[in-house]
Structure formats: C-alpha cells, structure tokens
C-alpha cells in the first residue's frame, strides 16, 4: 500500500515563498508531518537552489536513516542524489544535491568555507533538542548570510520550538505551522514501583504492554531509557523472560547495521521491542511501532569547570520531550504511550530541555570562533552563552597556548582547530604525533568519545587492545577514522607517517596514560589508600573506584570519566600510568614549591615536588621564605585573636586601660586589623606567636599611640592610684564591677572624698584590707563608709590588730601604714624638733 501523502506538502508551497521573499523561514510541524524527508526534495525545483541543499541532524543515526529513506523514495542508493556525512559514515558523491549532515559536521564546513561555495541552502532540523553545534552552525550561517552569502536560504525547522523567538533572531523570518499525522494515543500512567530501580520498573511496564497487547502481534514496542547501561540491564531482564521477542538496541554506539535492524520489522516476522536512549525522540520513523515506555528520564552531559571533564547525569525528562516520545506510538496508526510514573507529576517536570550551550564545555567553541575571527559576544544567539563559561573556555585555551591574551587564534592554536577535535583532544593527539604514537593517540582520542567502542571495560588500554583485535565493520571504520587523524596530526606535526604494521620507533613511545595525561592533565590520578578505593587528581579532586576494579591495582590513572558529585564522584574510565612515566614524560607539570602549614603551635616549613594537588616528594625547606612565614603568623593571630601571642602582664594592663579609655588605636579589632604594622617588625626568624618577645609586644603596643593619645590615657586611665599615705597601688581596669584598687583602709586616712576615675569621672571601687591584706570591704562611697560600717569595722579590727591605729573619724586623721607607736613617736618626734 502506497504511503499517505505527507501533511507537510501542504504547507510546502509558503515555505519555498518565505525562502524566496525573505531568505529565511521557521517551519513548525509536529511529529509525523514529514517536514526531514519532505522539505529538502521539494525546495531542489527552486530557481534559486542552483547549488546543493544541507540538512543538519542532531545525530547520526537520524541523518543517516533520513537520507535513506529519502533515496529510497527516489529509488536511488544513499550517496546519489541524496547523502550524507556523519564522522563514522559517509555516502556523498559529486551529484548529490542534499546532503544530510550531523551539526558538528555542518561546524566544520563552514569554518573551513565561510561562503558555503555551492550551497543553496541551510535546513535546521530539530532545532528544538538545542545542540550546542545547532546552536553554534545557526549563529554562523546567519553571520555567513549577513555578510558573504546574501543568497544564502535558511530554514529552521521543529515540532516544538517557539516560534516567534526564533523567528526574531532570524530577523523577523516568516512562520509556517504545518498540521500533523493525527491518531488516536492513549497514555497510561504507572507511577508504582518507585523504590525500585529503574530497569526493574521498565521491564515491568514492557511485560505488561506485551500482555497488553498479546492479541495484536503488529503492535511493535519502543522503550526510552536515559543511558546505554539503562539498556543494557533492561535487555538482560528482558530475554530470559521474552525469548519469542526480537529485543534490539537501538543508540550511537550500535554498529550502523544493528541501527539500521531497529528501524524496521522484523524479517523473521517476531515482534519487535527495541530499547533505545533519547535518539529515538525525533526524525526516526520506527516502522510498526506503536507502543511507547518511557522511563520519564534524561542522561544530558554537564561539563564540570574544576575537573575539565564532560560528565552525564541523569535527570527527569521534559514534557516537550515526553510528548515527542509518546508521538513515536502514534505516527502510523493509534498507539499507546505507557509513562513510568503519576499523572500529577507531569506538571512539575520542566517545559523544554536546557539549551546544551548553557552547561557545556565552550572551549571547542570558542576555538572554532577564534578560527572564525569573532568573539561569542558578537554573534547572535537564542540563549547567549554563560560570560562565566566563556572565561572558563578561554583560561582553558590559554593554557594549552591555543589563543593568546587578546583571544586571537595562535599558531598552535590553529592547529588544533584543523584536527576538528576537542582541543584537550587534539593536543593530545598532535603530541602523539611529535612522540611516535599518533595511532595510539588518534585511537584513543575516539575511545573517549565512543564510550561503548571496545567493549565495555573501565580500563581504557583494555578497550584499546580489544578494539585492536577486533574485524567488524562498526571497528573497522573507527579505525578509518582515527588513522585519518593520525595521518593529518602527523602532517601538522611535519613528521612522517606511519601505519600501525611498522615496526617500533628505536626510542621510547609515551604509553596511553601519558597521552592521556596530556588530554587531562587535571585528571591524572594518584591511589590514596591500599585498597584502591580513594584517589586524589592533580586538580585536587577526590575520586572513588571500585576496589574490584583491575584498575584499583595501579598506582597511578589517567582519568577520563567520572560519574557524580563532589568526593563522590566515581572513576568511570581510565588507564593505568606507571610511576616512572610520572617522572619521565611529565617532567614539565611537575614543579618544586616551599609549602608552610600550622603544625603543634608553629609554622612549619616544607619543600615539594608536586604534580598539581599530587605531592610527589617532600622535606624541611632548609631556606623558607621568612616574609611567608611572618605573613602566615599575621594571618594565625586574626584567625587565633590576641590570645595567641605571649601578653605579659605590662601588656595586659596596657590593653585593658586603652579600652577602659576608649582608645581605639589598642583596640583588639584595630590591632588585627593592623597587625602587619606592628606585628610584623616583631617576629624576625620567628616560627611561633608564642616565640615573640614579651617586653617586646609591649613597646610595640605603647609605640602606637601618639602623644595626646598618651596623655589621655594617663589622664582618664592611670595606671596607679597614689594613697594619701602615698602608697602607689595599680589599679585594676579588668575587674568586673569597674576599675579597682586593692590596699591597706590606714593609707586613705584623712580622705573624705571618694576617688574618681575615666571620662567622665565614676567612683574608683576600692578594696580595703586589713594590716595583714586580708579584705575588709569593698566600697564606692568612701564618705559613707566611714561614718556607717566603719564602727563595726573597727570595733573588729581593734580587736584582731590592736598595735594598729583605728580612730573614731578617721576621715580627720592623718594617713599613715605606721603601727600605732610608730606613728605616735614619728608625730612627737615631728613636735620636738
């Protein structure tokens, strides 16, 4: 039976009319309208399309499936009037007018030829997922459009964009809304089993469809699952339990001929189930599918600035996302959509994806634009990228000497661009190619990419190897690839090429943890404990492995992936580097450096040779940096406060009578504050506070205050109290009921004023005592104390120190410490004279 015509041919004519009026168009369609197969072939009759047609797809397998599909409806093979590029796969030929193409692919064209010579026209398709590529390629054409290639057609196209706002960024471009394919689809909801883990529930929700739907064996199943290893323990429960099924995978890391499989029915005729990550969201049309799981989840790579890695996370999927993959049942005939989890919780899941420009890694952007001759603040954009990201990017590229201060393209720089790798990427392998192992260096640059292309092993040399050995066709092209990099790395590099048969260079070849020490070298890894669960990374992070792992055996690792947060954050993939590699081929990361640290009370000195966070070695500094030194004391004594250093009682005193006198030059916040002023001059070869001179601290601390500050203090804070007798007696400025002086009740004989203290004047708490210096009482009304408890004091003090005056008014006698007799032949021997 012949296909329904397509509802996008409806609409086709005010497309080409947009194109031709205004050069550029945004056409929405919904899932099953056939705008990727349907636009292209149509717009070949325009006048203006003298040239080819590209069409951009997010992912290889969409492209490659679309321009089959297309040819097949030519009756042509792929690479005759329709082909495609994809970095694994290529079917172009000098005759083929569109060409489907993945968007990095689509980066690297026009870079490379910023007229786009011989293209007619650039056609966006999903530009709804956001690609950072889709994002970049748009922001270029429309440079490339405004400025070289006026004639240059541009069409955007989705199912779920907004519209207006990429209309506006096209320069109010015309909208054309086309209907879709419309069948009944019924969605069931299966919130249960949320304790359980993910690949349990799927399998769960799989076994109830197929019952579901036992009568109708047409009906073919669709699973969407966040991740590759999501697939991988779903297919495991699955085939013991379904052995009748045909159960296929269905991802970017399936060989082209499995992918291809998962498109159509079964040849044998068995009903399908095809596990698939979000791949299979749009483009695709999954011939016989009609039913629909979703896992309701998301796998979305989040570049992490500290460790330079691109990590994946799982999260909840979108409803834009969850209404395309419940569309998937629904394209051919009425289908049924099986959502893992409540009803209610769809309102709480976010509107639409994140743009992938605002939590990827910008370096290979911002290099591309360098090469470009443009910053990403002058392009135009959807959503700008982060200015936070941008610094990160380009710190980044300074550091492997791609661009210079000025963010101008170097020449190293320039050849890292032409690898069309990831900078880190193409560094390491062009410094494979200068050591003799640009193969091993091209492989592994691809292993990192491919994360399923060598078996599944957490050690990448075991990956290498097994890849190596391997003769499929899906290896066989890697291969290709990764030679193709290896031959241009060696041409940059101006040395000579070498196939992988050639025997060993006579000198040293770096091994693939050094390579890969060269890709990251923030991610070169060092074992912390025996078991080698716990692993410290030169940029100071703390890793996890799992001590089953082989690779928990090495001493050292080059990482490459890690998967989580912080310290918890678990070794995904890496490769073992020996110790004495550490030593030989990164002799230039590894530097000395004079290290202090607090330790037991003292600033201790040490010198390291030290691989980023990594200390490789180290000893006494037998020549510390004494500014350093005295630097960290400064800094131990704001952190410590004034506690810390050796006070005498001098200082003490000095301290409380400058807060008693409101002097803010000794106040404690002040002397922290300042304390590179004073403290500094004091410590000399010193390694402790505790070390510093007392009497030292004191003068420093008396030093600071000028000459009014001085007089104040001795005016509104003295340090002594003269008694009448004149006895000196120091006065307490840290008592807790005020200043106080502590002395014999004889010496104020004669006194019936209080003394006073401070600013303004408050009574000086006086602690009198007994001739033995035992108290008496304490009192801040001397005038009343002498004429209220004084008659019981001395009543008492008669009494226990009789040789001692104890007068009835001793406010009318004169002062005096003398013993009775004492004074009396002192006052009569005064007489006689």
Not at 26 to 49: D, F, Q, R, S, Y
Not at 109 to 122: E, F, N, Q
């Amino acid at each position: 039976m012949a296909d329904a015509p397509l509802p996008v041919k409806a609409v086709i004519g005010q497309v080409a009319e947009a194109l031709r009026a205004r050069g550029k168009a945004v056409l929405i369609a919904p899932p099953g309208a056939g705008k990727t197969t349907g636009i292209a072939p149509a717009l070949l009759n325009e006048t203006w399309c003298s040239g080819s047609i590209l069409l951009l797809s997010p992912r290889r397998v969409a492209a490659r499936a679309a321009a089959e599909r297309m040819a097949a409806q030519m009756q042509q093979q792929a690479g005759q009037t329709v082909g495609y590029a994809t970095r694994m796969d290529s079917r172009v030929s000098a005759v083929s007018r569109i060409i489907v193409m993945t968007e990095a692919i689509f980066v690297s064209r026009i870079t490379s030829d910023p007229d786009l010579a011989g293209i007619s026209a650039v056609l966006f398709d999903e530009a709804h997922e956001r690609h950072l590529d889709s994002d970049l390629g748009l922001a270029l054409a429309l440079e490339a459009q405004s400025v070289l290639r006026p004639d240059l057609r541009i069409l955007i196209m989705s199912a779920t964009i907004d519209g207006a706002r990429f209309a506006e960024l096209l320069g109010d471009a015309a909208v054309v809304q086309s209907e879709g394919r419309s069948h009944p689809l019924a969605i069931v909801h299966d919130g249960g089993g949320a304790d359980q883990r993910v690949e349990h529930r799927v399998a769960r929700a799989v076994r109830r469809a197929w019952a579901d739907t036992a009568d109708d064996p047409s009906r073919d199943i669709l699973v969407f699952l966040p991740g590759v290893r999501d697939i991988d323990r779903v297919h495991e429960i699955l085939a013991p339990q379904l052995p009748e099924a045909a159960l296929l995978l269905l991802h970017g890391q399936v060989a082209p001929a499995e992918q291809r499989r998962a498109l159509v029915r079964d040849k044998q005729g068995r009903r399908r189930i095809v596990l698939a990550t979000a791949i299979a969201e749009t483009s695709l049309t999954l011939d016989g599918v009609s039913i629909v799981v979703d896992a309701g989840l998301s796998r979305r790579a989040r570049f992490d600035a500290e460790t330079g890695l691109t990590r994946l996370v799982t999260t909840r999927a979108s409803q834009a996302s969850a209404a395309q993959r419940a569309g998937r049942a629904a394209r051919q005939r009425a289908g049924t959509c099986y959502r893992l989890w409540e009803q209610a919780a769809s309102s709480g899941m976010p509107s639409f994806d994140p743009p992938e420009i605002l939590g990827a890694d910008l370096a290979p952007m911002t290099l591309t634009l360098a090469k470009w001759g443009t910053r990403a603040e002058d392009l135009r954009w959807l959503d700008p990228p982060s200015p936070a990201a941008l610094v990160v990017a380009r710190a980044g590229l300074r550091a492997l000497g791609a661009i210079d201060e000025n963010d101008a393209l170097t020449p190293h720089g320039t050849q890292l661009e032409s690898m069309g790798l990831a900078p880190p990427l193409a560094a390491m392998v062009l410094y494979g190619a200068r050591h003799g192992a640009s193969q091993t260096a091209a492989r592994l640059a691809l292993l990192v990419q491919e994360r399923r292309l060598g078996g599944t092993s957490d050690d990448l040399s075991v990956r290498l190897a097994q890849w190596n050995r391997s003769t499929d066709a899906h290896a066989d092209a890697a291969r290709a690839l990764a030679a193709g990099w290896a031959r241009l790395a060696q041409q940059i590099a101006n040395v000579p090429d070498r196939s992988p048969s050639d025997k060993p260079l006579p000198h040293e070849v770096p091994s693939c943890g050094v390579l890969l020490a060269q890709a990251f070298p923030k991610q070169v890894a060092r074992r912390r404990d025996a078991s080698g669960e716990y692993w410290l990374t030169a940029g100071g992070r703390g890793l996890r492995l799992d001590p089953a792992s082989a690779l928990a055996r090495s001493e050292w690792l080059s990482v490459t992936a890690a998967q989580g947060e912080a310290s918890g954050a678990r070794i995904m993939a890496a490769t073992p580097l020996e110790p004495k590699a550490v030593e030989q081929w990164l002799t230039q990361r590894i530097d000395r450096r004079s290290v202090l640290r607090w330790h037991e009370g003292r600033v201790e000195a040490r010198v390291q040779r030290r691989l980023g966070a990594i200390t490789l070695a180290e000893g006494p500094d037998p020549n510390p940096d004494q500014e350093a030194i005295a630097a960290m004391l400064v800094a131990k004594l704001r952190s410590a406060g004034l506690d810390a250093l050796p006070l005498g009682t001098a200082s003490q005193a000095l301290l409380m009578r400058a807060h008693f006198a409101g002097l803010e030059e000794l106040a404690p916040t002040t002397l922290l504050a300042e304390a590179e002023c004073w403290l500094l001059p004091l410590v000399g070869g010193s390694r402790s506070l505790g070390d510093l001179d007392v009497s030292a601290i004191h003068h420093a601390l008396y030093a600071r205050l000028d000459w009014t500050a001085r007089q104040t203090l001795e005016r509104v804070a003295p340090p002594l109290f003269v008694s009448p007798a004149g006895s000196s007696h120091p006065i307490d400025y840290a008592a807790p009921g005020g200043p106080q002086v502590t002395l014999r009740v004889q010496a104020l004989f004669g006194l019936d004023l209080h003394p006073l203290s401070g600013s303004p004047p408050r009574p000086l708490l006086l602690q009198l005592t007994s001739p033995a210096g035992r108290p008496i009482q304490a009192t801040a009304d001397l005038p009343g104390f002498w004429r209220g408890s004084w008659v019981d004091v001395r009543r008492d003090m008669k009494g226990r120190y009789p040789r001692h005056r104890w007068p009835e008014r001793p406010w009318e006698e004169a002062p005096s410490l003398k013993t009775r007799n004492a004074f009396e032949k002192g006052r009569t021997g005064g007489q006689q004279a």
